[in-house]
């Protein structure tokens, strides 16, 4: 295939392709933008100097090999739902390992371990592991994000208060190492590099194929939506009060998920009930649920039904699926937001100038099963999180406007300055490229450890993006 311009090392990344031009595209080629997968954030433009399309392990860590040889950072693209664009690199230059060909699956009849490629779309492992004897993990609602990102940050989604997050399944992970070598990590070996892959694994390799451990896939769930039109601040605050001291219940079911978005126009509560109606009615009254008789109840028999986000549907309904400019930030909490915090976000929300009518503020139930790990278990750090806090904006205009961000970065301040003292981080899924302290808000206690793994097994730096985890 003819380039209009050779890059440095564009000999080899073919060579690790096997020589097939379609497994490889250069800056400079004639059709890189159409072959280059797009960005998803808009607001953060990023052009890799190469993309390719490997399909093993073997040409996996053949790239890599020639990248660092020819001094380039490397960062892996499995669904390429990054905030940050970070599979795109994060920053303009970096060689990217586009997964999309890794779709390798096996089920074993007797463990029901899965042995998954990393480009498997969450919607596909959701099949392919049902079609598989009726199997099931935790995920998240949105079935177009990868695994090989979902499983290596976290992954929180309606079953996560049962079986943990997408991460705790994990069992075992074929990874290519910055050197160029393919091991494997389990509890048996290279444990410290399992340790990283579960929670960090953009800084330190990339996964080629996953075994995971599987449960039987539920049979029947309620799921709850009650959206809600309220009309003054007063009550919509109280509604959000009423919420937390639901999900904030002390032994609260683990059968329960749920999620509460504030929006422009106001209020959605919903969420799944792992059980029967009238389990879910007796939780309803004995809890005294806000907004009961206030919505809709459907009775799901079907699994895929089951891990759907009206919330996620909500935004999608809103956005329109289309690639934008928008801006988020995260923020975790061990304990409720004081009555006067809440009061003060909505009477925040009411007087503050947005700059955009497409925002929203998305409050998580997580607790549960996630709690149950140790905080130095993995990398992954925010095992004693309650409740997470995900404030998105949208411009469907061009860039972000600076009033919007400011108005997002107001919400979390005055959230924080609801609890002086109080520690916060944010979730490393929903990366937010203007935070600082990333890697402390990322990964917190654990961030010692991974950088000393860092120093060992990537001194130089060749899984870089501009949140990364650095040499300690």
Same mark, same amino acid.
């Given at each position: 295939?003819?380039?209009?311009?050779? &890059?440095p090392?564009?000999?080899c990344?073919?060579a690790a392709?096997?020589?097939?031009p379609?497994?490889?595209v250069?800056?400079?080629d004639?059709f890189f933008?159409?072959r280059?997968?797009?960005?998803?954030?808009?607001d953060r433009?990023?052009?890799?100097? %190469?993309?390719?399309?490997?399909?093993n392990?073997?040409?996996?860590?053949?790239i890599?090999q020639?990248?660092?040889?020819n001094g380039?950072k490397?960062?892996? $693209?499995?669904?390429g739902h990054s905030? !940050?664009n970070?599979?795109?690199?994060?920053?303009n230059g970096?060689v990217v390992?586009?997964?999309?060909?890794?779709q390798?699956f096996s089920?074993?009849?007797?463990s029901?371990?899965?042995?998954?490629?990393?480009g498997?779309?969450?919607?596909d492992?959701h099949?392919r592991?049902?079609?598989?004897?009726?199997r099931a993990?935790a995920?998240g609602?949105?079935?177009?994000?990868?695994t090989?990102?979902?499983?290596?940050i976290g992954g929180l989604?309606?079953?996560? $208060?049962?079986? @943990?997050m997408a991460?705790?399944?994990?069992?075992?992970v074929?990874?290519?190492?910055a050197?160029?070598t393919?091991v494997n990590?389990?509890?048996?070996?290279n444990?410290d590099?399992?340790?990283?892959?579960k929670?960090?694994?953009a800084?330190?390799g &990339?996964?080629?194929?996953?075994?995971?451990?599987?449960?039987?896939a539920p049979?029947?769930?309620?799921q709850?939506?009650y959206?809600?039109n /309220?009309g003054?601040?007063?009550?919509r605050?109280?509604?959000v009060?009423?919420?937390q001291?639901?999900?904030f219940?002390k032994?609260?079911t $683990?059968q329960?998920?749920s999620e /509460?978005?504030?929006?422009?126009?106001?209020i959605?509560l919903s969420?799944?009930?792992f @059980?029967?109606p009238?389990?879910?009615?007796?939780?309803?009254?004995?809890?005294d649920? *806000?907004?009961a008789d206030k @919505?809709?109840?459907?009775?799901?028999?079907?699994? /895929?039904g089951?891990?759907?986000s009206?919330?996620?549907?909500?935004i999608?309904?809103?956005?329109?699926? &289309?690639?934008?400019?928008?801006?988020?930030?995260s923020?975790?909490?061990?304990?409720?937001?004081?009555d006067?915090?809440?009061d003060?976000?909505?009477?925040?929300?009411e007087?503050?100038?947005k700059?955009?009518?497409a925002?929203? &503020?998305?409050?998580?139930?997580?607790?549960?099963?996630t709690n149950d790990v140790?905080?130095?278990?993995t %990398?992954?750090?925010h095992?004693?999180?309650?409740?997470?806090m995900q404030?998105?904006a949208v411009?469907l205009?061009g860039p972000?406007?600076?009033?919007?961000?400011?108005f997002l970065?107001?919400?979390?301040?005055?959230?924080?300055a609801?609890r002086?003292?109080?520690?916060y981080?944010?979730y *490393?899924?929903y990366?937010?490229?203007s935070?600082e302290?990333?890697?402390e808000?990322y990964?917190?206690?654990?961030?010692?450890? /991974? $950088?000393?793994?860092k120093a060992?097994?990537? *001194?130089?730096?060749?899984?870089?993006? *501009?949140?990364?985890?650095?040499v !300690?």
């Open positions: 295939m003819g380039v209009a311009h050779s &890059i090392g564009q000999d990344l073919l392709v096997g020589h097939n379609s497994l490889v250069f800056q400079g004639a933008h159409l280059t997968p797009s960005v998803y954030n808009l433009p990023v052009t890799p100097i %190469a993309v390719t399309f490997p399909e392990s073997e040409q996996v860590a053949s890599v020639c990248a660092a040889n380039y490397v960062q892996a $693209r499995s669904g905030y !940050g970070y599979g795109l690199g994060g920053v970096e390992v586009d997964l999309k060909n890794l390798d089920m074993d009849p007797s029901h371990v899965a042995t998954v490629g990393s498997t779309l969450l919607g492992l099949s592991l049902y079609n598989a004897g009726h993990v995920h609602a949105c079935l177009s994000v990868g090989g990102g979902h499983f290596t989604g309606t079953m996560s $208060r049962q079986w @943990g991460l705790d399944h994990i069992r075992e074929e990874v290519v190492l050197n160029g393919i990590a389990s509890d048996s070996e444990q590099v399992l340790f990283a892959i929670g960090a694994a800084s330190f &990339i996964v080629t194929k996953f075994k995971l451990n599987t449960h039987p049979t029947q769930a309620v709850y939506s959206t809600l /309220l003054t601040t007063a009550e605050a109280q509604l009060k009423d919420w001291r639901f999900i219940t032994n609260l $683990r329960v998920s /509460l978005v504030v929006f422009e126009s106001g959605l969420g799944t009930f @059980g029967s009238d389990e879910w009615k007796s939780l309803e009254k004995e809890l649920f *806000p907004a @919505g809709s109840v459907i009775i799901l028999t079907d699994w /895929l089951m891990v759907t009206q919330a996620e549907e909500l999608f309904q809103v956005v329109g699926g &289309i690639p934008c400019s928008f801006y988020a930030k923020m975790s909490f061990k304990d409720k937001i004081p006067e915090g809440i003060s976000l909505f009477n925040y929300l007087s503050t100038m700059g955009t009518l925002w929203f &503020i998305i409050f998580d139930l997580e607790a549960g099963a140790p905080v130095n278990a %990398a992954y750090a095992r004693e999180t309650i409740m997470w404030s998105y411009s205009l972000v406007s600076k009033t919007t961000k400011d970065n107001g919400i979390n301040n005055l959230i924080s609801s002086p003292g109080a520690v981080g944010a *490393p899924g990366v937010d490229p935070l302290n990333a890697q808000a990964w917190g206690s654990n961030l010692p450890r /991974l $950088r000393s793994i060992q097994i990537d *001194p130089m730096d060749i899984f870089h993006n *501009p949140q990364s985890v650095q !300690g």
